[in-house]
C-alpha cells in the first residue's frame, strides 16, 4: 500500500496532480500486479487534500508508534552518526602530498635493533594524522584528542587501535626525522602544484607557557630512547621583545617561511630570548640545498642589521628588506625626505625610488605610501593626543621638586601616549617636534633590495605580500589554536609546532583551491556525515549523499566524492553479533 500521485493535463496546459491511496495487487491471469485505488484524496495543492493526509496519518499512528514503523521498515538499526566530509578531504590531501606512503616507510627502516620481530611497529602515520586533523578540525590537547575525539567525536580509519603512548611516541619519530619530512614534503609539493618559490617570506612570532619558571640556562634534556637520545637546550626564556606583550612569562620564538601562494615551507623554533636578526643565519643555511630556483628572501625591519644584509647576500642572494626608520639615520634624514614624486602601482600603494651613493657603496631604497594608512594614523595619533591633553591638565597640580606621581611615571612609560611627551622645566608636556616627525611618517615605509633586476613596484608589492605570513600567525593563533601549549620537553614542544604547521599546509591548499576560508569550506564538507548501521548479519558504515555545497567543493578540490560503504563487517550466522570497538 502507498500514495500514489496522478498527474493530468488540461486543455490550457496546466498539470494537476492527484494523490491516491493505493495498494498492488497479483493478477494471477496476466501474471503481473495490477495497481488499485483505494480512496482519492484529492488535488495535491488544495488545503482539504494535506488535511485528510494528516489526519490518516494521526489516526495511523494512534495504532503504532514511529519506532515501530521503522523497525517493520528495515531490519537496519543506526548505532551513531558523525560528520565525516572535512576529515575524508585531509586524508586524501595528506595521501595527496605522499605522507602517508613516507611516514611508514621511515618507520621500517628505522626501527630500533632491539625491537623483536613480533613486536608491533608504532602506528606513526595514522598518529601524526590524528593530531594533524585535530588541530584543524577541532584544535585541543593531546590527551583529549585521544580520549575524547578520536574516540567519540569523528571516524578516523586505522586508528582503533592507538593507545595515548603512540601520539607521544609519534611525536618523538617525527621531530626526530622532521628535516627528511619537511624537505620530501616541499619536493611533492612543488611538483603538485607548480608552486612559486621566487619570493620566500619569513617572519617570527612569539608563543608564550603559563608558567611562573623559566627553563634552566645551560641544562639539557635528553629524549627518550624512541625520540633518538637528542639533547634539546632549554627553549622557554622570558624577554622584553615579546611580540604578544607578555613579557611577564617565559615564551619561545617561531619562525615561519611561506611561499608568496601562502604555503608554509619550513618552521623553526628558537629560544625565548633569540632576537629577530639573530634567527636568519638558521633560516638560510637550512634552505641551502632545496630546489627554490631564483630565491628572493624577505624579511620584515626586525631582520635588518649589517651582518645580515652581508649574510642573505653572500653567494648571490637576493633579498627585500622593509628597512626600521631610526632618528637620525640614514633612511630617516635622506631617504624619507628625498626629492621626488611618487607614482601609484595599486590601489592604495604609492611608490618612490630613491638611490643613494654609488659602486659597491650603491644603495637603492623605495618609499612606499598608503594615503588610506595615512589617514588612519592620523586619526589614532589626535584620539592619543586628546586623551593625553585631558590626563596633562589633570595633573597639573604636580610641580617640580616634588616626588612623581605614579600617573607621570605611568605616562612617561606608556607605549601609546610617552613617545609623544617631553620633561621640560620639571613639567610634563608634549613635544610638538616629536608629533610632526611621526606626521611626516604617516602612511610610509620603506624597503630596500640588492636585487636590480626587480622594479620599485616590484619591490613594494613584494614586501606587501609579507602580510600572508601574518595572516598565518592569526590562523595558527585563533583557529588552528597552535596555543596554549601543554608540552614542557623542548622536543615535544617543536613537534607539537611541527604538526600544526602540517595542518596549516592542508588548510591553505585548500583555500587556495576554493578562493574560500578554511571554516567555510570545512562546514560545508561537513555537511557529508557517516552512519553506523547495525543489521543481523553484521555492521555497516554508509555515506551520506553529498550536498551541493560539499559536491562543489569535491570538485574545486580535484577530490572525488567519498564511497557510500566505507566499510562492511559481516557477523558469523551462528554467533551473536560482536560489539564493535570505540571508533577513532
Known sequence: MFLRESRHRRASGEVVVYLQLAESVWDPEAKRAQTRVLYNFGRSDEVATRDGLRDLARSILRRVAPDELVQHRDDRKLVDCWPYGDIYVLEQLWSRLGI????????????????????????????CFA?????????????????????????????EDLALHHLYRSMDFFEKHKDELEKAIYFRLSDLLNVDVELIFYDTTTLHFEIDEEDADGVTITGSQNSGAKEYEALRQRSKSSKNKRSDVPQIVVGLAMTRDGLPVRSWIFRGDTVDVETVSQVKEDLRGWRLTRCVFVGDAGMVSEEN??????????????MPIRPGGEVDEDVISHPGRYQKVAQNLEVKQVVLGDGERRRRYVVCFNPEEEKRQKAHREQALAELEAELDSIKGW?????????????????RYGKYLALRSGRLEIDRAKVNKFERLDGKFVVTSNDDTLTAEDMALGYKQLQRVERAWRLLKSGIKIRPIYHWAPHRISAHVSLTMLALLLERIAENACGDTWRNIRDDLRQIKLARLSTPHGELWQVTEPSQAAINRLKQLGIQPPPLLLDVALQPTHTPPAEHPAKS
Not at 133 to 153: G, T
Not at 309 to 322: D, N, P
Not at 399 to 415: Q, W
Open 399 to 415: 610641580e617640580a621638586g616634588k616626588e612623581h606621581t605614579k600617573r607621570v611615571c605611568a605616562l612617561r612609560a606608556s607605549e
Open 100 to 127: 602517508r606512503e613516507l611516514l611508514p616507510k621511515l618507520a621500517r627502516d628505522n626501527v630500533s635493533a632491539h625491537v623483536k620481530a613480533s613486536e608491533k611497529i608504532v602506528p606513526v602515520e595514522r598518529a
Open 309 to 322: 644584509l652581508k649574510l642573505l647576500a653572500a653567494g648571490g642572494g637576493r633579498h627585500i628588506l622593509c
Open 131 to 159: 593530531m594533524v586533523a585535530n588541530r584543524a578540525c577541532a584544535p585541543s590537547a593531546k590527551l583529549y584528542c585521544y580520549e575524547q575525539w578520536i574516540r567519540e567525536d569523528v571516524h578516523i580509519q586505522g586508528v
